[in-house]
């Protein structure tokens, strides 16, 4: 790989995300790729009483909210998409109809009962078949790092299935001039095991 061509942005238009766009509108730039942004609207159930009008308001919100960001970004009516189901299947199978080779979304690193609930990014994540930025943000969607990367942790097994990782690493490294630094973590099961095969 030597640069992302196309960029796909995950984001809720419910939320903050004035700062994830800014970012992938950077990326963009820096590698000069095209870039095309993506809502899924969740479905409501509906058996339940009003639930079509509900979400018929809730998709014409949503609509707005995506046409407002069109006219700020200067993206175009075509790479905007407004999307329904779950952004877990919905959004990797869409960077996968348009040939994206980068996905970006937003994470803010749930704990505890979300955890176990499950996050958008963590199921974009396990199903994409592209790579995958998250971006860490806090609770207002504001990138917890400013600023360009200065300094990149590759963590490695060191096996042989890790070097188009380490590349994308290097590739990265160089654009943002950043520092690259690598780990791996033996297990504690390894010094176990010395005991018995030295």
């Known amino acids: 790989m030597s640069s992302y061509r196309f ?7 419910f939320e903050a995300h004035t700062n994830l766009v800014d970012e992938a509108l950077s990326l963009a730039k820096r590698f000069k790729a095209k870039l095309h942004l993506a809502y899924v609207l969740p479905t409501v159930v509906t058996n339940i009483p009003y639930a079509h009008d509900f ?4 998709e014409k919100e949503a609509e707005d909210k995506l046409n407002t960001l069109i006219s700020k970004t200067g993206l175009k009516k075509e790479e905007v998409h407004l999307l329904h189901g779950n ?4 959004i990797p199978t869409l960077a996968k109809s348009l040939g994206a080779d980068l996905i970006v979304v ?15 990014a963590n199921g974009i994540l396990h199903v994409a078949d592209c790579d ?9 969607n ?7 990367y200065r300094h990149i942790l590759l963590a490695t097994d ?8 380490h590349h994308t690493a290097k590739v990265l490294a160089k654009e ?7 780990v791996t973590v033996i297990p504690n099961t390894t010094a176990t095991a010395i005991a018995y095969y030295p």
């Open 7 to 13: 960029i796909l942005i995950a984001i809720d238009v």
């Open 142 to 148: 504001r990138r917890m790092v400013k600023g360009d």
């Open 176 to 182: 943002y001039g950043a520092t690259l630094h690598a």
């Open 158 to 165: 060191l096996e042989e299935d890790g070097k188009v990782v």
């Open 87 to 90: 952004p877990k299947y919905e």
């Open 55 to 58: 979400q018929s308001d809730v």
């Open 106 to 120: 937003g994470s803010h690193g749930k704990h505890g009962f979300e955890l176990l609930l499950g996050s958008t």
């Open 132 to 140: 995958v930025l998250t971006l860490r943000v806090d609770n207002e």
